[in-house]
């Protein structure tokens, strides 16, 4: 074989590897970019998501706080009532009252005990308040779930943040169960199951 044979040869066989290469090279950059695309495409739907569960989450700590404040409106209310249901009623029995005012004002400390049409007895707003304060409690819960499903999602999407990076589908995959026990959480929340 003359040296020039050789050199063709040789040339022959880079340019094959080049190509061989060349089409290597061209079936990663492919299939990086689908690794990419469905990753973005979790990310976008575990996005959506979280912003579906956070609202839900909100909603029930605002019904909470709403609730709560409520219930302190009810309560001081009462309180005031009490009050004045017990200076009515110490001044009824301070001598020198007349018997008239004595009766007015035992009526009176009655009345504001008494249960009436709007709930304004001593006892029904007793008794609203306290539910009042129960359904903040209860709305807090079921917000403080959420929120667990909400966290969930947050830590998937950055799992995926990291997955693309690493290019590893293990993350991702991880990411995936762990956006699954938060959507399930939150699921199982809104249906009133736990």
């Known amino acids: 074989m003359e ?19 060349g089409r290597h090279d061209a079936a990663e950059r492919t299939s990086e970019k689908r690794f990419r695309d469905r990753v973005s495409i979790l990310v976008g739907i575990f996005a959506v998501l979280l912003a579906v569960i956070h609202v839900a989450a909100a909603g ?3 019904t909470s706080v709403l609730r709560t404040i409520a219930a302190s409106d009810d309560f001081a ?12 009623k110490s001044a009824a029995t301070a001598p020198g009252v007349a018997a008239a005012d004595r009766y007015a004002m035992l009526a009176e400390a009655h009345r504001l005990r008494a249960p009436d049409s709007a709930g304004h007895g001593i006892g029904q707003l007793q008794r609203a ?34 997955a693309l990076v690493a290019r590893s589908t293990p993350i991702v995959i991880g990411a995936i169960a ?3 026990t ?6 199982a929340t809104a249906l009133g199951v736990g």
């Open 3 to 21: 040296p020039a044979d050789a050199k063709d040869l040789i040339d022959k066989a880079i340019e094959r590897a080049e190509e061989a290469q």
């Open 60 to 62: 029930h700590a605002r």
């Open 77 to 88: 209310y009462m309180q005031a009532k009490i009050i004045r249901e017990t200076v009515l």
């Open 129 to 162: 308040g306290e539910m009042l304060r129960e359904e903040g409690a209860s709305a807090s819960e079921i917000g403080e779930r959420f929120e667990w499903g909400e966290t969930a999602l947050q830590v998937a999407i950055v799992l995926l943040s990291i």
């Open 178 to 180: 762990l956006a699954g």
């Open 182 to 187: 938060g959507i399930v959480i939150a699921a």
